[in-house]
C-alpha cells in the first residue's frame, strides 16, 4: 500500500498524533523507515568513533556558530562587502515572500523559462518551486531524492534522504508513469540510470541554474555547496546564471571555520568522510551572473530568544532525525512544518497553529547527543512546551491534566508506586493487552477525529466538551 501524503494533506491542519497515525497504518513501512534511519544513525557512529578528535570538534562547531551568531551583522556585511568585491550581487529578503519576488525579478529579467535546482531546504521553506511554475517557469529538481518526490507531487519527508518513505516499487511504478521506464522495474541501479538520462537533459537545456548554501565564508565572499551527487556542479557550471539561496544563519567566519564544520556534516548526516562534491563558488562565470539571495524569514526574530537562537547552529545533517524515536516511527509528513523531526520542532513550533509538534518528542535527548554543534534540542523543545503553556496555547486536554501530572511527579511515594505498578505489569501482562499503550505517536494520544470531515472543524465543533 503506497503511502497517501495527498490524502494526509486534504485533511488540513492536523495535530502530530493523527498525521502520525495515517503513516502508522502501513505497518511494515513503519518499521522499514525505522530501520532504515537507524542504520544511518550506526553509520553516523561509526565514521564518529573513528574521529579520536571527534567530541572536541564538535566543541569547537559549536563556539564558531555561536560566535558567528554573536556577531552576526559584522560577519553578514563583511560577506556582502567581499562578495560584492568578488562580482557578485547581494540580495536580501526579510521573508520568504520576498525571497521568491527577488528570485523571479531575477529570472525574469532574463527570460528564464527552465531552471535546474540542487536541494535547497530553504527554497521549500520559502515554497519557491510553487511561486515560479504559476509564473511560467519550469523548476527542475536534479538531487535524484527530490526529483523522486517533485514528480510525486510530495514535500521533503527528510533533510538530508527526502524520499525515505518511497519504497523503490513505489519509485519504479513513478518512474513508469513519468519517465517511461519499464513496467514493474524496481532495480535501483536501472532507475538511477533513468534519472540520470532524464536530467541529462535537463541540465543541457536549462536557461539558470539554483542551489541552496551550506556555508557562506565571509571573508572570502564565497558559498559552499555540498552534493553527493554533482548535480550542484552541473547546474551551476553549464548556464551562465546561477543563483544561490541562504539563511542569515548560514555565515562562517572564514576557511577554516567551514573545515571544522565539513568534517562533521557528512559524518553526522550519512556516516561518510565528506560529501562526495563540495563546491566553493566565489564569483560568476566569465560572460555570467552570481547572484546570492539572504534571507531572514523569522532568524533574527528567533534570535532574540537565548534558547531559541541556539536552534540556528544546526548545519542541517539530519542527524537528529535518524536518532529520533519518534521521527522514525511517524514519517516527516505528521510534522506541521516543511522541516520534520527535532530540529523542525526547534524551528516551527512557534508557528505550528495546531501547538502539537512541541508534544512530538520524549524528551530523551538523544537529538542533542548526536548533535555535531550541540544544539540543545531536547531544552529547546521543553522550552517551546513552556512557551505554549504560557500563552494559554496547550494542545486539547492537556490544560486539565497537566497540573495533575505536575502534582503526581512532584510526590515521591506516588511516583515509586506507580513504576512498582509498571513494573509488575511487563511482567506478567501478555504484549497484545500492552500494544495499545505503545502507540504514543497514533491515534492513542489525542482526541480522535470524526469521520469525513476535517479535525479543524470538528474541533471547533467540540471544544467545549
Known amino acids: 500500500m503506497a503511502y ?33 534511519l537507524w542504520m544511518l544513525r550506526e ?21 564558531i556558530k555561536l560566535h558567528t551568531l554573536t556577531n552576526l551583522a559584522q560577519y553578514l556585511e563583511t560577506f556582502e562587502q567581499n562578495c560584492i568585491a568578488n562580482g557578485i550581487q547581494v540580495h536580501w ?6 525571497h521568491n519576488r527577488i528570485v523571479h525579478d531575477i529570472l525574469s529579467r532574463h527570460n528564464v523559462k527552465k531552471l535546474v535546482k540542487s536541494k535547497s531546504m530553504l527554497t521549500e521553506e520559502c515554497h519557491l518551486n510553487p511561486y515560479l511554475e504559476q509564473r511560467g517557469i519550469e523548476v527542475i ?12 507531487k510530495m ?17 519504479g511504478d513513478l518512474f513508469h508513469e513519468k519517465l517511461g521506464t519499464k513496467a514493474g522495474a524496481a532495480d535501483p541501479l536501472y532507475l538511477t540510470r533513468a534519472a540520470r538520462a532524464h536530467l541529462r537533459e535537463k541540465f543541457l537545456t536549462a536557461d539558470a541554474a539554483m542551489t541552496g548554501v551550506n556555508m557562506a565564508i565571509a571573508d572570502k565572499g564565497a558559498v559552499v555547496v555540498c552534493t553527493n551527487e554533482g548535480n550542484a556542479d ?63 524569514n523569522g532568524r533574527t526574530e528567533m534570535l532574540k530568544d537565548k534558547i531559541l537562537a541556539e536552534s540556528l547552529k544546526c548545519i542541517r545533517c539530519g542527524g537528529c532525525l535518524n536518532t529520533c524515536p519518534v521521527y522514525r516511527r511517524s514519517g516527516g509528513y505528521s510534522y506541521n512544518y516543511t522541516i520534520p523531526g527535532p530540529i523542525g520542532i526547534a524551528v516551527g513550533a512557534k508557528i505550528d497553529d495546531t501547538n502539537s509538534i512541541a508534544w512530538a518528542c520524549t524528551l530523551c535527548g538523544s537529538c542533542t547527543y548526536v548533535c555535531p554543534t550541540k544544539v540543545p534540542l531536547d531544552k529547546i523543545i521543553f522550552h ?82
Open 141 to 152: 529538481d536534479t538531487d535524484l531524492g527530490e526529483r523522486i518526490i517533485q514528480l510525486a
Open 234 to 296: 552541473m547546474g551551476a557550471n553549464l548556464p551562465k546564471l546561477q543563483l544561490h539561496s541562504m539563511g542569515i544563519d548560514k555565515v562562517v567566519p572564514d576557511v577554516d571555520s567551514a573545515a571544522v564544520l565539513l568534517r562533521t556534516l557528512a559524518r553526522n548526516a550519512t556516516g561518510q568522510p565528506v560529501t562526495t562534491y563540495s563546491a566553493f563558488y566565489r564569483g560568476p562565470q566569465p560572460a555570467g551572473e552570481m547572484h546570492i539571495i539572504i534571507v531572514d
Open 4 to 36: 497517501n501524503h495527498n490524502h494526509d494533506a486534504s485533511q488540513g491542519s492536523q495535530v502530530h498524533a493523527h498525521k502520525a497515525d495515517i503513516f502508522c497504518r502501513d505497518e511494515t513501512r513503519v518499521d522499514w523507515h525505522s530501520k532504515a
Open 384 to 465: 517551546h512546551r513552556r512557551l505554549k503553556a504560557e500563552a494559554g496555547k496547550l494542545p486539547y486536554g492537556k490544560n486539565s491534566y497537566m497540573p495533575l501530572v505536575g502534582k503526581f511527579m512532584a510526590s515521591e511515594t506516588m511516583l515509586n508506586c506507580s513504576m512498582s505498578v509498571a513494573r509488575t505489569a511487563l511482567r506478567i501482562l501478555p504484549g497484545s493487552l500492552l500494544k495499545p499503550f505503545s502507540g504514543a505517536w497514533g491515534k492513542y494520544r489525542e482526541l480522535p477525529v470524526a469521520p469525513n470531515s476535517s479535525f479543524e472543524a470538528w474541533f471547533k465543533k467540540h471544544r467545549s466538551l
Open 155 to 171: 514535500p521533503p519527508s527528510h533533510i538530508v534522504v527526502p524520499a525515505i518513505h518511497m519504497k523503490k516499487e513505489e519509485v
Open 93 to 98: 529578503a526579510k521573508d520568504g515572500a520576498e
Open 43 to 63: 553509520k553516523r557512529d561509526r565514521a564518529a568513533g573513528s574521529i579520536p578528535e571527534w567530541e572536541q570538534l564538535r566543541q569547537l562547531g559549536s563556539e
